[in-house]
């Protein structure tokens, strides 16, 4: 664990219920023993400030919290600061032990902590993207921390690593063997949004940094059709990247070695001293969005705040969709309707919107037939129709629910005020896929945790007591189907398949 960090983390809490009073926040650690330091930490600054404890009572709507990569699935905060724990050591020393993220998954488990936020998320850490030096070994979840880190210091998505591929000519050979016998690190072919770099000169300070690009008019220069791809473009992308370039000639490198070499040696002490390098992106070069880097607090910890990268989960539900129009001539009083023309218009909701339940069907109607209620005689002619759409194999009728006639895969879909957010107005079958959604992305979960998620998923905002009294009677009917499982430690997750 971090204490430094700890307090640091603790004090930026109340500092931040002092400035936004009214905005929720929760903490995020990536171990259990960061977050009990946290919340030793968050007891001591209340004893000094106990003017703000009210902040972090339980009873608020959505309270204060300290949790663990392992239990914050399906907590949601406008605010969320992240603790990374690990770090330096005393000899100065970055271990890539971290925890989880090097398991297999470990990715997923890191975009759960990531995207709890719903505002933006602060990151504290004594270690930067570029302190993390990677090889081919290095685990998914690593790779994934340093590009997260790299976009929360820098507001810009994009990795740069070793390829592993050889160099394509002698001549970077010879390069390549002359830095390294005058004591520089260097690595070939390394990969940067879809260029490559001949060869990168390692910063010696930061592993995972590097202090100088070096262009070779090697194999694949040469191949190159166009003159300007292969110079001015190239170059302008790659420095845009926050690359520092060096170009050596072939023709030079043979013809004048001792001026050449002399070149490149001073080339790579003046990007030592100066540290414009491939992670080091200048700010101006970020997308527009609020900045904010506080000082220092304690030694390295550092805060860095940026907007939340958005949960992969959002990206798999599309909103609801209404009927646009019902597809009959509208015309007179709606109850006085043909059964056959009513049937009509209900077959036509329910293939749009379906599985729908029935009031939404009359509501849709009545909506698009312009009218502002619908008394007992327009509830029961849709009622008919609905029954006669049933009996002629139309539509199909579960409860409360109509289908449209041809099964199909279940959508889960988020209701964005129109049709209202409300559990009862949702068939069992799509809060059951919800869940499954969920417990798919997320690993095991609390049933808190899922019940809070799901609801989420579906566009309900506030899990009340009715909300939450449902999805629990969906989840033990999944328990009892063996579609769930339900661990001894009470979490539940998906059998496998």
Known sequence: ?????????????????????NESLGVGAFNIKQQQAILEEVELQLRLHPDMEEFVKSNREEHFFVKNLETIQGDERDVIFLSIGF???????????????????GERRLNVLISRARERCVVFSNFGANDISLDGTAAFGVRALKVFLDYAENRILHSTEETGEDTDSPFEDSVYDFLRSNGHEVRKQVGCAGFRIDLGVVDPESPGRYLLGIECDGAKYHTSPVARDRDRLRQQILEGLGWRLHRIWSTDWYRNPNESERRLLDEVVRAKHEKLTSVDVPKDRAPHMDVSVPQNVEGRVESHESSTIGDPLDSMVSNYELCPSLEILMTGELHEQSTHQLAKAVIRVVDVEGPVHFDEVVRRIRSLWRLGRAGNRIYDAISRAASAAKRNGKIRRRGNFLWPATESPIQVRRRCGDP???????????????????????????????????????????????????????????IDEGQLQEMPNGMLHLPKS
Do not use: W
């Open 1 to 21: 664990m971090n204490r430094m960090e700890a307090r640091a983390v603790a004090k930026a809490a109340l500092d931040h219920y002092r400035k936004f009073p």
């Open 87 to 105: 770090g330096f050591d005393a000899s100065r020393r970055l271990s890539l032990n971290f925890g989880p993220l090097n398991h297999e998954g």
């Open 420 to 478: 209202a957010a409300r559990i009862d107005l949702i068939c069992d079958e799509e809060i059951a896929e919800a869940l499954k959604l969920v417990l798919k992305h997320q690993f095991d979960t609390l049933p808190d945790d899922l019940i809070v998620r799901s609801s989420r998923l579906l566009g309900i905002q506030a899990t009340h007591g009715t909300t939450s009294k449902r999805i629990k009677i969906v989840i033990r009917k999944l």
